[in-house]
């Protein structure tokens, strides 16, 4: 065989390759659609509404589960319910604002999920554990100090220290939102002592384990439309958690309700534009249906907020994530 017909066949066999991929989505999307039940408007991108969009690709659940979460093959079976079992979730993304999101879920799904006890106990709690460090006298000094010797995660949470110092004022109000154990919250609490430190977690595991770790910190435990009675914030702190928001315009409205005049909001989130991302495409982690229903670039999140009445202050990136930071006007 010569190099032309060698290269006839690869040709051939890369669009055969093609057509039984897109035959095979094809068919796993008729299977699953009965099961989707939120939808997002057809062709429209939630962050800044533009009509440039298309489909990228289906992400079958067990994709998340087994490889992202590193959950076994036994908790997979006994957890997800049998009809769910070959579900896959499509994706679609903004040409205008580069926004990646999830175009169909299933109301409840991921809740059911992350609530169950066997996940709480071993796969999410082995997964937070990376981010959940002890915060100790050490650790403070440590992230305060030019000490070049952390790890990934204390590099990470100095970062997010420094950006909050670039926004907040003596005798200000914080609230960590979706604060989990309340590691960062604790942090806020003695890096800025003149502050008035609040958190708000709805996953009871989490919260009861923030009790008992950081007992000083103010914890709320109702969800975000709840908890105006506590008073309006002068900065809400919201890392990780605007990528699992189906409504986001329900969700950006909520803050505004919570947030003083010239109040900010910072959003810490996966960086669909990091470099992990553009070499991995779906396979990146950041892609994690039913949990991570959008995956947002620097633009995507600042038109979804310019949208709702906010101007962009700054956004850094660091590793995959992205923090910015967003004033009420
Ligand atoms: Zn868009």
Known sequence: ?????????????????????????????????????????????????GASVYHISDIPYSETFLNKWNGSVGDFY????????????????????????????????AARIENNPI????????????????????????????????????????WLLG??????????????????????????R??????????????TTYATAC???????NLIEEPLSEIKKHGAFDVIFCSDVIEHIWDLDGFIKCIKNNLKPSGKIMFVTPNLMC???????????????PHHTQLFSSSALSMLLKRNGFNMLRTTVFGDELASVFELY
């Open 1 to 49: 065989m010569n190099i032309s017909s060698n290269k006839i066949t690869f040709l051939v066999y890369n669009k055969l390759r093609k057509w039984v991929d897109f035959q095979r989505d094809k068919l796993r999307q008729q299977k699953n659609i009965a099961l989707f039940d939120e939808l997002r408007t057809a062709g429209i991108c939630p962050a800044c509404k």
């Open 78 to 109: 006994s957890i997800v319910p049998t009809e769910y079992l070959d579900i896959s979730f499509p994706y679609a993304f903004c040409q205008e604002c580069f926004l990646s999101f999830q175009s169909a879920t299933i109301s409840g799904f």
């Open 119 to 158: 996940i709480n106990e071993k796969v999410l709690l082995a997964y937070e554990q990376q981010t959940q460090v002890d915060v100790t006298p050490e650790l403070i000094k440590n992230l305060q100090s030019s000490n070049d010797n952390l790890s990934t995660i204390e590099n990470h949470y100095r």
């Open 163 to 188: 950006e909050l110092g670039k926004i907040i004022i003596p005798g200000c109000s914080i609230l960590d939102l979706g604060c989990n154990r309340g590691t960062f919250a604790e942090l806020m």
């Open 190 to 203: 003695n890096v800025y002592p003149e502050c008035a430190v609040w958190g708000c977690e709805i996953n």
């Open 211 to 217: 009790k008992n770790r950081y007992p000083k910190i």
């Open 275 to 289: 470099a992990s991302a553009i070499k991995n495409g779906v396979n990146w982690w950041g892609y994690m249906p």
